[in-house]
């Protein structure tokens, strides 16, 4: 079983940052992807970012990459989103996933088991 709860959304001005936290609680597994996706009003929900459980593998969007930062800190069973550099098209809620070790993070939201509540962040222009 896994518990997932985000937290650190909010209204930001375009250009600013946030930085979202999913705080787990995992049970019975030892190798599993953490990831990060967002689903705007009207659009689908889409990858934003994910890591694998070992932190040494890493994937985002090309819609995100170099603004955001994934990372995790397995003392807090936390995972981080970093958002920098936000613009109004990053409105959205976010969600972190949790789902089994593949080797390599995967982009694909049908792969992860488990889903938070969400969190909303809205970028202002």
């Known amino acids: 079983q896994v518990h997932l709860v985000e937290s650190g959304g909010g209204l930001v001005q375009a250009g600013g940052s946030l930085r979202l936290s999913c705080t787990y609680r995992?049970?019975?597994?030892?190798?599993?992807?953490m990831g990060w996706f967002r689903q705007a009003p009207g659009k689908e929900r889409e990858f934003v970012a994910a890591?694998?459980?070992?932190?040494?593998?890493?994937n985002y969007a090309n819609s995100v990459k170099g603004r955001f930062t994934i990372s995790s800190d397995k003392d807090k069973n936390t995972v981080y989103l970093q958002m920098t550099g936000l613009i109004p098209e990053d409105t959205a809620v976010y969600y972190c996933?949790?789902?089994?070790?593949?080797?390599?993070?995967?982009?694909?939201?049908?792969?992860?088991?488990?889903w938070g509540q969400g969190t909303q962040v809205t970028v202002s222009s």
């Open positions: 890591e694998t459980w070992t932190g040494d593998k890493s």
């Open positions: 996933a949790f789902g089994p070790f593949f080797g390599a993070p995967t982009q694909n939201a049908a792969d992860y088991n488990y």
């Open positions: 995992i049970v019975s597994f030892h190798r599993y992807t």
